[in-house]
């Protein structure tokens, strides 16, 4: 080959030792900044984080940042689009960073109820075909939300506010 070629002087990546990196993750996990760490042994980003996935405690891992199974997700999601929760109060509430998180969780959430909808319960009575057993649920549902009408009126009266929603064009703000 070409003798005439400079040498390298150092290679493209450095080897360090394992008490170099046990070292890093020792002071990243006793809460010095990434970036300090990273220009006290000239390390990347990448490496620190690299090296904090292979080496780190797993008290760091757990508490480094939440995780939230399918189900959790979902209530959340749900108590969003409710309106029990804002934006800003489920952020602190579960520990989240970023409304993106949260607006991802709630499409899921539409979407998959969007492609599911829940099935539609038959009733027994209905299977066997008996129209008095049928005439009689119906009354019972009627007298069901006749009592439900009547208690929104009497807390919608005791504590002055409105519980129904109006229809109509939402106000402008």
């Known amino acids: 080959?070409?003798?005439?070629?400079?040498?390298?002087?150092?290679?493209k990546y450095e080897i360090y030792s394992m008490a170099v990196r046990l070292e890093v993750v020792?002071?990243?996990e006793s809460g010095h900044l990434h970036r300090q760490v990273q220009q006290q042994f000239g390390v990347s980003h990448a490496t620190v984080g690299k090296w904090l996935q292979l080496y780190g405690s797993p008290v760091y891992h757990q508490m480094r940042q939440p995780r939230f199974t399918l189900a959790q997700r979902q209530h959340i999601a749900r108590e969003l689009l409710d309106g029990r929760l804002r934006e800003d109060e489920a952020l602190l509430k579960y520990g989240l960073r970023?409304?993106?998180t949260l607006r991802e969780w709630v499409?899921?959430?539409?979407?998959?109820?969007?492609?599911?909808?829940?099935?539609?319960a038959v009733p027994p009575a209905a299977e066997a075909g008996a129209p008095a057993s049928l005439a009689a649920q119906l009354r019972q549902a009627q007298w069901q939300i006749e009592a439900l009408h009547t208690l929104i009126d009497q807390a919608e009266a005791t504590y002055r506010i409105d519980i129904r929603k109006k229809g109509g064009a939402k106000p402008s703000k």
């Open 26 to 28: 020792r002071l990243v």
């Open 98 to 100: 970023l409304k993106k």
């Open 1 to 11: 080959m070409n003798e005439n070629r400079p040498r390298k002087e150092r290679q």
């Open 107 to 120: 499409a899921a959430y539409q979407a998959e109820q969007a492609a599911d909808p829940p099935p539609v």
